[in-house]
């Protein structure tokens, strides 16, 4: 299950009041995930006191699971400490996040003590360091890991290091989560949007949601700007949670045949797809339960372009209804309909579809 989930923060510029009404709204879009934090250098260490408790409870309440930054400083203002973790408790929150500050030894006994969910920053931990961590005394089912986000222009992740890390941490078999960005809403003080990937910046929470779920090394996103604007969040919250999901425009005489194959639920990529192509498991399938008989015939046989999604139509004989997305540019062939076309800006996701994976499309105006 991909999970989604928002970010909100007491002490800064929202109401309590306001923060709640914003948890009921994100959860109407299916939104589980809460990240919040003790340790936002904006805020008000003494609203935080006043109002993170009720904030947490009300979460809770709602169905949220909560994960909240902890630091030495935020120990300090709940007057906590490795050996009296007792403040903690009186907190709903089910994961406690431990980023810098803490040593892999204090990690490990707030695990072992205190029997703690925790989690660890998978941006900054590379493979020795876990190997470290985990030869400590900490109860490693407990452990899940989220990327950083980064606040300033030109500091998020490459993709090449994003992957490394995560790769690591899903071999030990630890959950990896990520940040998107809002588009609509970025938080202050920089107003750049709040990325793990720095080419996440600049495109829609969408895309780049689709784009880690491609990965298939994240378990779910969660949005590091706070009061996302609702159409955005719905955009993100109706996000498949089990297939890549890729925008087309069809031809403007694509048949209604044609169009209830490419518009399936789901295609499974086949675990040997050909060289030029993904190849749907099901399309052939599909074809011959809904077609009642109807000949696909040969229309719009054209050059296929990368992202061309294209049926075989009736000269191929027993392959008629074959769907098939292109990767590779070919030339056009009179046995092969190209219906759609994935759009522009997500056609880099094509490339990211894996043998066995599944995708899906959804439809935009011409």
């Not at 403007?252 to 194959?261: D, K, L, Q, T, V």
């Not at 219906?339 to 994976?357: C, N, R, S, T, W």
Request: charged fraction near 25%.
């Amino acid at each position: 299950m991909f999970k989604k989930g928002i970010s909100a923060y007491v002490g800064m510029e929202h109401s309590l009041a306001d923060n709640i009404a914003y948890l009921h709204m994100a959860s109407k879009y299916g939104y589980s995930l809460l990240f919040t934090s003790l340790h936002v250098p904006e805020a008000s260490a003494e609203d935080i006191l006043r109002d993170f408790g009720e904030f947490t409870r009300s979460a809770k309440a709602i169905g949220y699971r909560i994960i909240a930054d902890i630091s030495p400083s935020a120990f300090k203002m709940l007057g906590a400490s490795m050996a009296d973790l007792e403040p903690l408790r009186a907190f709903s929150v089910d994961v406690w996040r431990f980023d810098f500050g803490f040593s892999f030894k204090e990690i490990a006994c707030f695990s072992e003590n205190g029997q703690f969910n925790i989690q660890i920053n998978a941006s900054t931990i590379d493979k020795r360091a876990l190997k470290q961590l985990l030869r400590t005394r900490i109860r490693a089912h407990n452990i899940e890991s989220c990327h950083n986000f980064y606040p300033r222009e030109e500091t998020g992740l490459s993709f090449e290091l994003f992957c490394k890390r995560s790769v690591e941490f899903r071999k030990q078999g630890i959950p990896v989560y990520a940040f998107v960005p809002s588009r609509d809403n970025p938080r202050g003080p920089i107003y750049a949007g709040l990325p793990t990937l720095e080419q996440h910046r600049e495109i829609s929470s969408l895309i780049a949601a689709k784009h880690l779920l491609a990965t298939g090394l994240c378990n779910g996103v969660i949005f590091g700007d706070s009061f996302v604007p609702e159409a955005e969040l719905k955009a993100v919250g109706e996000l498949s949670n089990d297939c890549v999901q890729l925008k087309c425009k069809f031809a403007a005489n694509a048949s209604p045949i044609e169009r209830s194959i490419v518009l399936a639920p789901k295609h499974t990529n086949r675990t040997d797809p050909g060289r030029y192509c993904l190849r749907s498991e099901e399309s052939r399938g599909l074809y011959n339960l809904e077609n009642d008989r109807q000949v696909i015939e040969p229309n719009n046989t054209g050059k296929r372009l990368h992202g061309s999604i294209t049926l075989d139509n009736s000269g191929y004989g027993r392959y008629m209804g074959e769907l098939q997305l292109i990767t590779h540019e070919m030339a056009a062939d009179q046995r092969v309909n190209v219906v759609a076309q994935v759009v522009d800006e997500e056609l880099f996701l094509v490339d990211m579809i894996k043998p066995g994976q599944a995708f899906a499309f959804v439809e935009i105006g011409n």
